[in-house]
């Protein structure tokens, strides 16, 4: 069967300004109604009471490990996940090994993700050869290659050289490609293990002081000024960023940004038991920190929630905390904890919600095909039930590695059903894998 | 008593002096021609060390000893064993399959004695982890104060030198602020967080304002590679602005202390002469670490045993 009716849900797209109750068809890969009372033809149907329909959501910033580090994720196991989540598109990061610098590499991920059919694959490349900040990848190319990319970053680091961020940004101009920057002036975070504060001075861990971000936001925002270039700030984590950013967008800067879940989740509290699934960069900041994030999120000064899903091996986190590496997973448990910690308490609504996980973020890729529920367009959608409370179990994630921080945590709200191009991904809360779709 | 001793925010007041008492009552142990007690025969300790150390291992194998466990040593360099060798978790589950009852760790990452406590079922005893905390350490230092000062209220220590690397000044803050003494953080401030005024602490940048008030001296020892992180400009100047010398010692109060964890670089932090001089505590220091080491063993491995109270009526038996 290739039809489905979901009957009675709410439906929210930011991108029509629709918000209210109705069917929607999905046939043959498309979107062919959205109304009240459709018939169901030869439609399988869903009933949503009580349910939302959303656009598929779309994560700008996706650690999928593939090529490189198998072990820890694939392609394959990443777009499983993410479908899981609600995802109908991904963003791969290009700190693979080789890293994603040339056209070869940016279309073997996307014909990879192609091939694995869950999720729409898109690439992130590199700014810089090999990520050393000093040499230009070759970007024009990876725009024209097959893949298509649009977005270049050295996401793990920050590009240090300002003279280099400047002459990237002037050439990205040619493309109307978007410079995206892991905001951290390298000096001052130097061998850092979390946020600089009361708490890493009474841990005895080196700290990574909140103006490491701040002052290559400060620069990056100075240059995109400078140079006419889109740019794009990853995984905000300051309250002084935030409001950089503000400023820059009441200026008419062309700028967004992004903000992960555990940024508007956890403080640097959590790191008291020394366990290095807590260890994350940006690290998990202050309170006050996280109570910006989540204004940020709110009055549209940060433009997209974005997990920055990092998948290590046990191995790897189970080592001392200075020896661990940084990162945690995020494409499984990013709507429920948005949910949980942004729309409960009411910081903000179920639209601002899908905004943020949907809506802008494929406008920030350019990505015609996600991001809305257009009658007639590909049928990317999510159905989520608002009120289910469920408990994250590590051992049961479709990720290939275990190293989520929120093991045992009771969240609200979950993906029921994910269409990726029409078909079902996620069936009754039950992730299908590439053989059964 | 506590099953870990990890940090010194675990103990109170009250225990801090049980602690102290016990290590007083084991201290004579050391005056006998026969010095062991019998009170572990039959419990195992490990000294897990993965950063060089002769005083804090020697110190522990011997309190350990003299209390009749058996006693292992298992030294690794952190940084190699990283590299190839066994991982921590894997030494600790090792250890643990061998059925050793305590682990004594020192370890050059923060926190790594936290780890060890929730992957084994033996208690672990914190010897130095990082740049976080050596309670034991703090314990000793307090005992020793207590030999000269009979109360710790309104006891003005200054700790003096680089704070922020120093897992001995954050133990010892803890141990002495919970003990109601006064304690003033001296030093560049490079070296010192400025956070530390939350840990009940004052800062002072100005060791000469500090020194002529200040009850016990406690130097800290300046690593010489911090001159290379840009943290002071010379060992020269540090030891000019922020090192004990016989002109500063002279001005402090006639019953004050010179207290130094060693080991020193003498001519930096402090001068040879004023840590030879009959001020400076720093030898009992030394001493009276088996002492508490030996009390901390004693409360923690055999005071929860269906026996104990027979154990500590033997044991003073013995020690009348």
């Known amino acids: ?437 | 008593m506590i099953k870990h001793l990890l940090s010194m925010d675990q103990l109170s007041a009250d225990q801090i002096t049980h602690v102290l008492d016990t290590a007083e009552q084991l201290r004579s142990v050391t005056d006998r021609p026969i010095k062991k007690l019998p009170t572990l025969r039959g419990r195992t300790v490990c000294n897990l060390f993965y950063e060089a150390s002769t005083r804090t291992r020697i110190s522990f194998e011997l309190a350990a000893k003299r209390l009749s466990a058996d006693v292992i040593n298992f030294s690794a360099d952190s940084k190699s064993s990283v590299a190839k060798g066994e991982s921590f978790k894997d030494t600790a589950w090792t250890l643990e399959a061998m059925g050793v009852d305590a682990i004594i760790v020192r370890h050059g990452s923060s926190g790594a004695p936290h780890q060890l406590a929730r992957w084994v079922k033996a208690s672990v005893l914190n010897a130095g982890d990082g740049s976080h905390e050596h309670p034991t350490q703090a314990l000793l230092d307090l005992f020793s104060i207590r030999q000269h000062f009979k109360d710790f209220e309104a006891l003005k220590v200054a700790i003096v030198g680089d704070i922020l690397h120093s897992r001995v000044a954050r133990s010892n803050v803890k141990g002495l602020v919970t003990m109601g003494a006064d304690v003033t953080l001296v030093g560049p401030p490079t070296l010192i967080p400025a956070q530390a005024t939350r840990w009940g602490a004052t800062i002072s940048h100005d060791l000469d304002s500090v020194i002529g008030d200040a009850d016990i001296c406690y130097l800290l020892r300046v690593q010489k590679e911090r001159q290379n992180e840009q943290l002071f400009p010379s060992l020269r100047e540090y030891a000019a602005l922020w090192g004990l010398d016989s002109r500063r010692q002279a001005r402090m109060k006639p019953d004050s202390l010179v207290m130094h964890p060693g080991p020193m670089n003498r001519g930096v932090e402090i001068s040879a002469d004023v840590s030879e001089s009959p001020r400076s505590i720093i030898l009992d220091q030394v001493a009276n670490g088996l002492a508490v080491r030996m009390s901390l063993l004693y409360l923690m491995l055999g005071g929860d045993r269906p026996d104990s109270t027979e154990t500590v009526r033997e044991l003073t038996e013995q020690l009348v």
């Open chain 1, 1 to 437: 069967m290739s039809a489905w009716l979901i009957k009675g849900a709410r439906v929210v797209d930011p991108a029509s300004g629709r918000d209210e109750t109705a069917d929607v068809r999905i046939a043959d890969g498309s979107i062919t109604g959205i109304g009240s009372d459709l018939g169901d033809g030869k439609a399988e149907v869903i009933d949503a009471d009580g349910a939302i329909v959303a656009p598929g959501f779309v994560d700008l910033h996706t650690h999928l490990r593939e090529p490189g580090r198998e072990d820890e994720e694939t392609i394959a196991t990443a777009s499983a996940g993410a479908a899981a989540g609600g995802y109908t598109a991904i963003c791969a990061m290009p700190n693979t090994d080789p890293v994603c610098d040339t056209s070869s590499v940016a279309e073997k991920v996307w014909a990879l993700g192609r091939e694995t059919g869950l999720v729409d694959v898109r690439v992130a490349g590199a700014l810089s050869r090999g990520l050393d900040g000093a040499v230009m990848a070759d970007i024009g190319e990876m725009v024209r290659s097959a893949a298509r990319v649009t977005m270049f970053t050295d996401d793990g680091h920050g590009v240090q050289d300002s003279l280099f961020a400047r002459r990237t940004m002037e050439y990205l101009v040619a493309f109307d490609a978007i410079y995206a920057e892991h905001c951290e002036d390298a000096a001052l975070a130097a061998d850092g293990q979390m946020h600089e504060g009361d708490r890493s001075a009474a841990l005895g861990l080196r700290g990574i002081p909140a103006e490491a971000e701040e002052l290559m936001a400060a620069r990056d925002i100075a240059l995109a000024r400078l140079t006419g270039c889109r740019l794009h700030l990853l995984h905000v984590s300051c309250a002084r960023t935030v409001e950089l950013v503000r400023r820059a967008k009441a200026e008419g800067a062309r700028i967004t940004t992004e903000a992960a879940p555990h940024h508007f989740t956890l403080t640097d509290a959590a790191l008291e038991t020394y366990d290095p699934l807590m260890k994350v960069n940006p690290p998990l900041r202050a309170s006050e920190d996280v109570d910006a994030v989540t204004r940020g999120l709110a009055d549209g000064t940060i433009d997209a929630i974005a997990t920055d899903h990092a998948p290590h091996a046990v191995e790897e986190k189970d080592q001392e905390f200075s020896y661990a590496p940084p990162g945690m997973l995020g494409l499984e448990t990013a709507l429920a904890l948005s949910f949980t910690q942004l729309v409960e308490p009411g910081h903000l609504d179920l639209s601002r919600l899908v905004e943020l996980l949907s809506t802008n973020p494929a406008r920030i890729l350019g990505l015609d095909e996600q991001g809305s529920l257009e009658i007639g367009s590909a049928a990317n959608v999510v159905v989520i039930d608002p009120s289910a409370r469920w408990t994250v179990d590590a051992s049961s994630l479709q990720s290939k590695s275990r190293n989520t921080p929120f093991n045992g945590r009771e969240l609200t709200g979950r993906v029921v059903h994910t269409f990726f191009r029409g078909r079902p991904t996620v069936q009754d809360g039950k992730a299908l894998n590439e053989a059964t779709v």
